[in-house]
């Protein structure tokens, strides 16, 4: 296996442990959750550059003729899936209990996170295949927002009546999905000009309607500042490399 491959995998892995953390983060009493917040304003800056002057501009090269519909289509698919199958869904810690009282919920929340927590991955091997510089920028878009992924997975397994032991299995269960997605991609790198795409509509939902509106319901420049932080973290790392 090449070497770039198994990067990609090991990162694949790494992206997988944070949303186990996430779990963690919920369920350990010593934990410290207020930091939390931050990591979603500072990986929504980044995940919204990422994909605005990376990941879309590549998939314009890769697939000139139908990116904008790729895009368009990864955008819907997530948004689709949180709507149809995630009522309630929010991203963060859930505190209604009784919107989580029937059995079928976590499963629908679960389905919708471990679709664009696969697409996570796709953009990661996707990434790699492009270019080390790619897969490095798309690592940590990813990795920046799977903490409060793992959060959000496990505060619905507990809303839900859950132990906490189920609470970290299914935020693992997430972290399985982006590993997949890294492999997938690999497997089959002949779906590259399509995958990136979809994967930039996928991260560009998460980023934008996920995210962000969680960074808005802080008051305060702070979290505003995070954003920008976010981006100018991505900057940094464009000029340096």
């Excluded at 919708?112 to 510089?133: E, K, M």
């Excluded at 970290?168 to 991609?185: F, K, Q, T």
């Amino acid at each position: 296996m090449p070497t770039r491959s198994i990067l990609a995998l090991a990162l694949g892995v790494a992206a997988a442990m944070a949303n186990i953390f996430g779990g963690l983060v919920l369920t350990g009493r010593d934990w410290e959750r207020r930091y939390l917040r931050y990591f979603v304003a500072v990986g929504a800056g980044f995940m919204l550059g990422a994909t605005l002057l990376d990941m879309v501009p590549e998939s314009w090269r890769l697939s000139p003729g139908r990116a904008p519909f790729l895009i368009l289509g990864g955008y819907l698919l997530v948004h689709l899936v949180e709507h149809a199958l995630v009522p309630h869904f929010h991203f963060g810690e859930e505190t209604h209990p009784g919107a989580f009282a029937h059995g079928h919920l976590p499963v629908s929340v679960m389905t919708g996170l471990g679709v664009h927590t696969f697409f996570d991955g796709v953009a990661i091997g996707s990434g790699f295949l492009v270019s080390d510089l790619l897969g490095w920028i798309l690592f940590l878009a990813v990795f920046m927002h799977k903490i409060p992924e793992g959060f959000t997975m496990a505060s619905v397994m507990l809303a839900a009546g859950r132990s906490n032991r189920a609470a970290v299995l299914a935020a693992a269960a997430l972290g399985a999905a982006s590993v997949a997605g890294v492999a997938v991609i690999l497997i089959f790198p002949m779906g590259l000009a399509a995958a990136l795409p979809v994967a930039a509509g996928v991260t560009l939902y998460v980023a934008t309607t996920d995210l962000v509106p969680e960074v808005n319901r802080e008051p305060g420049i702070q979290m505003a500042l995070c954003v920008f932080l976010g981006v100018i973290i991505l900057a940094g790392l464009q000029w340096a490399f």
